[in-house]
């Protein structure tokens, strides 16, 4: 697999198989300077684990993640925190909100959801002038789409003014990166395991292929077209695999009367499984929302003594430690100390005044009126139940809703 190589063909036909089979050969070879880069971590977890099963040792990094190999060139590029986005959003939406958005732009979730939207849209490398373009060709214009031009516009604005990138524009920079400077210690690259490749993911591999080999895996259905086009275009080398190695999969329907007889059945369905041979590694659950299933299938999983490894990641908020250091903190007076806000300015709180001492990574929690000392803006706490006032704490209860205010 040498050159730009395009490995095209449908679900089971061996795509990921004959790449790992090429990194069994260089890693046989006791070649170093290749990277396997797939689209998440749980995946390159269970490839590394495959090829250690199999007797293989290497570094991990050349089995990684596409950000996290991307990670060695960002240096002085930040992407933009995940909190960050649906802040501004919502401080656009305060100080003007489009008439279009009049009547829902204080809805809770609202701005999370035009967050979301910017997030999906600058992913695919649509920022808001491409997005405008696009609608005036194709006659979208309207009040709605104009309303969120402005919003999408408005958070454009303040993200470049703290320096920050959303993931595709942080993608052509790094593309541009690679394509102008040298690539140290790699000579093959394989993508494996997208459905599709984005614009700037693009851009990315075709940055690679200009200093080394570059293989790209696509399955063949009609969300990847358009990738398969651009890779062809830019010099890729085709080789399409039209047979199925692996044999299709049975697709069965079982309806629960409650989610414990679900959970149960999982369960079953799993030890039916081992009990002709397969692994347990090589069943998995996939769940829509890991909020209640999650523990039920925890609980089910140890009741019939299966072993089960649960890839979501707990809230920091929610670890043991945390809380017990912010259940230390909250009593204490934030009077005379210095915090730092989300958009990491510094601020002292006023002496003699209290103040809510849970300082998160989202913004400043503090009691009545406080001057950012970065910026010289004023924030506050604004809160929701009856009784409360600027002078006071913001209270912790359930029926308590705060805001925060930009720095």
Known sequence: ?????????????????????????????GARDFRLLVPTATMAEHLRNQLARE????????????????????????QAPPAALPLIVE??????????????????????????????FASVGCG?????????????????????????????????KRGWLLRGELLSCLASRIQSGPVPGVARVFFDGFLSMTDPELEVAGALAAH?????????????????ETLLKIGFREEQLTERRRARPAEVIVEARSQAEEVDEIARR?????????????MGVIL??????????????????????????QPAAEHEVIRFLTG?????????????????????????????????????????WTRCGRSGRWMRWSASTPGSSSGERPPNGPGARSRFALC
Request: proline residues 6%; positive net charge; charged residues 20%.
């Open 1 to 29: 697999m040498s050159g730009r190589i395009l490995i095209f063909g449908p679900p089971g036909s061996g795509k990921t198989h004959a790449v790992m089979g090429e990194v069994r050969r260089l890693l046989d070879a």
């Open 270 to 282: 799993i030890l039916a499984g081992h009990s002709t041979g397969r692994p347990w590694r090589e």
């Open 55 to 78: 007797g293989f040792a290497f570094p991990p990094e050349l089995v990684s993640t596409l950000t996290r190999f991307l990670a060695g060139y960002s240096k002085g590029l930040e």
């Open 91 to 120: 401080t656009a939406l305060s100080r003007r909100a489009p008439a279009a958005f009049a009547k829902v732009a204080g809805f809770a979730g609202f701005s999370t959801y035009l967050a979301r939207l910017i997030e999906d």
């Open 128 to 160: 808001v002038e491409r997005l405008s373009g696009l609608v005036a060709r194709l006659g979208l214009a309207g009040p709605i789409v104009s309303g969120f031009l402005e919003i999408y516009r408005a958070a454009e604005v303040e993200l470049r």
């Open 328 to 368: 230390v903190e909250r009593p204490r007076s934030a009077a005379g100390t210095t915090r730092r806000c989300w958009g990491r300015c510094r601020w002292r709180s006023p002496a003699g005044t209290a103040a809510s001492s849970f300082i998160s990574a989202r913004g400043c929690r503090g009691a009545g």
């Open 288 to 313: 829509r929302s890991a909020g209640t299933y999650a523990p039920a299938l925890r609980s089910s999983f140890e009741r019939f003594g299966i072993p089960a490894r649960f890839y979501f990641a």
């Open 212 to 228: 080394a080999d570059v293989t790209v895996t696509l399955p063949a259905w009609s969300g990847a077209d358009a990738a398969r």
